[in-house]
């Protein structure tokens, strides 16, 4: 599986819009780009994921840049609940397949 | 339940102790992960079962950890001999058959703390 690079923290206030950058330059054609979030004391919790396309569901959007060399995750509206850490995955998915989390990043939003 | 259960929440062993962690997962949930996060990293691949068949170890870091699960459900991690280098929080994650990560849910964890 491809290797990500995300910063190691960044911070937002209540509101705004999170924008949560990941590089994975190496990544193949056929690997998807995943986020999971961990809020603390409790297990990671999956967000959204895409091939090529970008994507929406209600918790945020996935934007994939063209070459797919990159990608940013937005949380459109912030709130207190938002802090965590958010870990970009990139994976040749199939049934049963085993994550690499890496570090992530620590997302802080403030009042 | 509606979530991945896991006992004990919390659990203090003294060096050389052993251990043994549960998970309950999702009823039905055929596919069962479990995970190890030491402090400040994220969480690292330890074993999957599918079912009671235990398809990859390759994540245990010794051979004193041994997982099992017996009736294809609950799932118990043991480690032998516990050693301070243990200390982490021990994650669970279930799945239905053939879901990708999208699909998976993890339970909250059991921090071992070994002393």
């Not at chain 1, 850490?85 to 998915?93: A, G, M, P, R």
Request: net charge neutral; proline share 6%.
């Amino acid at each position: 599986d491809a290797k990500t690079t995300q910063p190691p923290s960044m911070d937002c206030a209540e509101g705004r819009a999170a924008n949560l950058p990941c590089n994975h330059s190496t990544i193949s054609g056929n690997e998807y780009v995943y986020w999971y979030r961990q809020i603390h004391s409790q297990g990671p919790q999956y967000i959204i994921h895409g091939l090529k396309n970008n994507e929406t569901n209600e918790m945020a959007s996935l934007i994939i840049t063209e070459d797919r060399k990159s990608s940013t995750l937005i949380l459109p509206h912030a709130t207190l609940r938002d802090t965590a850490v958010y870990y970009c995955i990139v994976i040749l998915t199939g049934a049963n397949s085993k994550l690499t989390f890496g570090k992530g990043i620590t997302l802080s939003v403030r009042p | 339940g509606a979530g991945v259960s896991q006992s004990p929440r919390y659990k203090v062993a003294k060096r050389g102790q052993d251990v043994a962690l549960r998970c309950d997962p999702i009823s039905g949930h055929v596919s069962l992960f479990w995970y190890q996060q030491a402090l400040g990293q994220g969480p690292e691949f330890l074993t999957y079962f599918q079912n009671e068949a235990q398809l990859d170890k390759s994540g245990l870091p010794s051979d004193r950890f041994f997982a099992e699960r017996p009736e294809g459900s609950v799932s118990t991690l043991k480690i032998q001999r516990t050693q301070q280098e243990d200390s982490a929080v021990y994650l669970c994650a279930s799945s239905f058959p053939g879901q990708g990560p999208n699909g998976y849910t993890f339970g909250s964890g059991t921090r071992l703390t070994v002393v």
